[in-house]
């Protein structure tokens, strides 16, 4: 996942409030000189003399809280109780649980779940391997990894920090597509252990989803996982934000009626992102692209010692443009931003070429602010969800996830990929299609069916899949119940 938290929040403060000295005016006059929204007023407890009321305060950033409390507290017969940050209340004791599908009541209940009918189960299983496809979780499950080395913009926070993205990664799986996911934060960042404790995992889960690990490890973590495993193995920071960059971008050139693949395009941020959004331009058929990156672009040619900018300059580039972001900018038809912000200037947009598509993906603040390119932009895009045509990986892993692990797919293909970024574009009819809506709402249900069965498709046709067509759940619990065999 890329970008720091960012956008409006709520605090509660608890206040002890003495009538005589001190009107609820005074208090509220405080809180809005000091920048917050006061949009709640709850009485906990109340007294002739005194009364204890919840606020509850808007708030655009979370320094203001301290802003706001101190502004209050300077007030005479007001006394601070608590305050209650409800971003924080939201993650209190975690997001997720784990839940029993059927209830143990009785004896007979616990000998069928447990000892000693499980054990013909485990026999079953251990003849043929297969059926814990069936028998376990592991039919819908997908572990979230990371290391905590490159956690949204914060960067390398470490394994406990990571925790909450993890466990926020787990609840879209299973509210958007009813994807079982665990958090699983590793304290190492070593290559080689990663990968050893990953495969180790790996029997428990029917898919592995690799998160906020930092680049360059990131890329041979994930190739030797995917050529060692037989289960799926996806990073989401690569191929997630690849998948939905090219589902919007597939809209946005409808809308300025241009081809995909004569465009130019230049990429600002070559790191893992960039790479794998690269990658899928090529393979959708984009010829000319640029990238660039901090020392300028990179030119097909050169010789780099990173091996991912090496791969980078011996397949991009084909003109073998040269300079800053703003002399390769000329005539582009499109800039894709994974890098920082505030790197792309209203000049550089003027001279790029005629109904220029821009999206800006750096978060919290986008590479140009929407505000200012509006005028000189033609289809803007960014990584935030308080601007239209947000770049969200939501829109990709829960129905790709949902697709393999119904296939049982032994690996995630780049053709999949390329079917998961069209099935995305599609949901956006031609009736809906303009300059502020080249992306459907991460909300949209059509989103997740569209992709799994994408997905599914592609899986069959390049032979990953591992599930009989026609599967369905009524045959296999009728071949389970009859035979304890493997649907």
């Known amino acids: 996942m890329t970008g720091a938290a960012s956008g409006s929040t709520s605090i509660v403060i608890r206040l002890e409030i003495v009538k005589e000295l001190v009107s609820f005016g005074q208090i509220a006059t405080a809180i809005g000189d000091a920048g917050g929204d006061v949009v709640a007023i709850d009485v906990a407890q109340s007294s002739k003399a005194r009364t204890i009321r919840d606020i509850t305060v808007q708030i655009n ?31 209190l004791g975690g997001k997720i649980e784990t839940v029993p599908k059927i209830p143990i009541k009785n004896r007979d209940d616990l000998s069928r779940v447990y000892t000693p009918g499980v054990a013909r189960v485990c026999m079953a299983i251990h003849e043929d391997p297969k059926k814990a496809y069936s028998l376990t979780i592991k039919r819908n499950t997908v572990a979230v990894v990371s290391d905590g080395s490159a956690v949204l913009g914060l960067g390398n926070i470490g394994p406990e920090a990571a925790m909450p993205v993890m466990e926020g990664k787990a609840m879209l799986f299973k509210q958007m597509a009813d994807v079982d996911a665990f ?235 390329l079917v998961a970024a069209k099935a995305i574009a599609s949901v956006v009819s031609e009736e809906e299609l303009n300059e502020y809506y080249i992306i459907p709402s991460v909300f949209n249900q059509m989103v997740v069916e569209k992709v799994r069965e994408a997905v599914i498709s592609a899986a069959y046709q390049s032979g990953v899949a591992r599930r009989n067509k026609g599967w369905e759940p009524a045959k296999e619990a009728a071949v389970l119940s009859s035979s304890g065999g493997l649907a």
Request: glycine letters at 8%; proline letters at 5%; hydrophobic letters at 40%.
């Open 183 to 417: 958090p699983i934060c590793l304290r190492t960042q070593d290559t080689e252990e990663i990968i050893r404790i990953v495969k180790a995992l790996a029997p428990t889960f029917g898919g592995i989803n690799l998160e906020d690990i930092s680049s360059p490890r990131c890329f041979e973590i994930e190739q030797r996982l995917v050529e060692e495993l037989d289960i799926p193995v996806f990073h989401d920071d690569q191929h997630g934000t690849a998948v939905v960059l090219l589902a919007g971008l597939l809209n946005a050139v409808k809308v300025v009626k241009k081809e995909l693949s004569r465009c130019k395009v230049v990429v600002c941020g070559i790191g893992a992102a960039g790479i794998a959004c690269t990658k899928m331009l090529l393979a959708s058929g984009v010829v000319n692209i640029i990238g660039v990156d901090r020392e300028g672009a990179i030119v097909r040619g050169e010789t780099y010692n990173n091996p991912a900018w090496q791969w980078y300059a011996d397949h991009t580039n084909p003109e073998r443009q040269s300079g800053t972001l703003s002399e390769v900018i000329s005539g582009a038809d499109v800039f894709i931003g994974l890098s920082g912000p505030k790197v792309l200037s209203v000049e550089d947009v003027k001279k790029m070429a005629q109904d220029p598509i821009v999206f800006a993906m750096a978060n919290p603040t986008p590479e140009i602010a929407p505000e200012e390119a509006e005028s000189y932009v033609r289809v803007m895009a960014t990584g935030r969800s308080d601007y239209p045509n947000q770049i969200n990986n939501v829109l990709c892993f829960p129905g790709l996830f949902r697709g393999v692990l119904d296939c049982r797919a032994s690996r995630i293909t780049e053709e999949m990929k």
């Open 61 to 91: 950033d979370h320094q203001q809280s301290d802003l706001i409390v101190n502004a209050v507290s300077e007030l005479p017969g007001i006394q601070v109780i608590h305050v209650s940050d409800q971003t924080f209340l939201v993650h």
